[in-house]
């Protein structure tokens, strides 16, 4: 059936270097994107979306970058910092979310 | 309120008991998602509701499970006769539109444990 992926289920980053974590996703149908970030014992938290009329998109230390032709999506996290710490999901939807099965992000000093 | 609040927030039941969890969405938001997170892996949809109506309900296990939104009352998920594949974290979600036009915001979530 149609899923979202992730390559990565861990990425160990330095303070202050900046972080990609990417996503790959399968239904063509699917126009809108999000990346959550979720942390130990919470709910997902809206980080960033992104139409599928859109390549890029940019928020406050992340952007997002859709490649359609590929059905590939990344987020960067710049200056990243210990508080970023935590599992990363991107979800699509052409209806309802699907989600892929998160990166965990690890930021030592 | 202004944030999607879920209770309780940790529920634990023999296999073969009743589970119900609560989930007040955010004030003004229409639409209402439950989701069952199991061992931090994906998150699989259950069931949408637009206002007290069903909106999708193709992921939900209809032989246990069951859901509702009424009006002026919390939204509730209920599982009757619990398995032990039920423990997870359910969350709650609620949007201004279903087609995620608009982001879904999520609940802390309730953990289910079966045993």
């Known amino acids: 059936g149609e899923s979202v992926g992730l390559h990565l289920p861990t990425l160990s980053v330095q303070e202050g270097d900046n972080s990609i974590i990417n996503c790959a996703y399968s239904?063509?149908?699917?126009?809108?994107f999000i990346w959550y970030k979720q942390e130990s014992g919470k709910g997902p938290q809206f980080i960033i979306d992104?139409?599928?009329?859109?390549d890029k998109r940019q928020g406050q230390r992340v952007t997002v970058l859709l490649n359609k032709t590929v059905k590939h999506l990344s987020l960067q996290i710049a200056a990243t910092q210990p508080g970023d710490s935590a599992v990363y999901f991107c979800?699509?939807?052409?209806?309802?979310?699907?989600f892929g099965t998160g990166t965990r992000l690890q930021v030592f000093p | 309120g202004e944030e999607v609040a879920q209770t309780p927030k940790h529920l634990v039941r023999g296999e073969g008991q009743k589970a119900k969890l609560y989930c007040a969405p955010i004030?003004?938001?229409?639409?209402v998602f439950w989701y069952q997170q199991v061992l931090k892996n994906e998150f699989k949809f259950l069931i949408s509701?637009?206002?007290?109506?069903?909106?999708?309900e193709t992921g939900m296990p209809k032989e246990r499970f069951s859901a509702k939104c009424l009006p002026n009352s919390p939204c509730s998920l209920e599982i009757q006769a619990t398995k032990l594949e039920d423990s997870a974290v359910y969350f709650c979600?609620?949007?201004?539109?279903?087609?995620?036009?608009?982001?879904?915001?999520f609940g802390p979530g309730t953990r289910l444990t079966v045993t």
């Open positions: 979600a609620s949007s201004q539109w279903d087609r995620g036009g608009y982001e879904q915001y």
């Open positions: 239904n063509s149908a699917s126009d809108y």
């Open positions: 992104i139409r599928s009329n859109m």
């Open positions: 979800a699509e939807t052409p209806d309802k979310l699907i």
């Open positions: 004030k003004g938001h229409s639409y």
């Open positions: 509701f637009q206002n007290e109506n069903v909106f999708d």
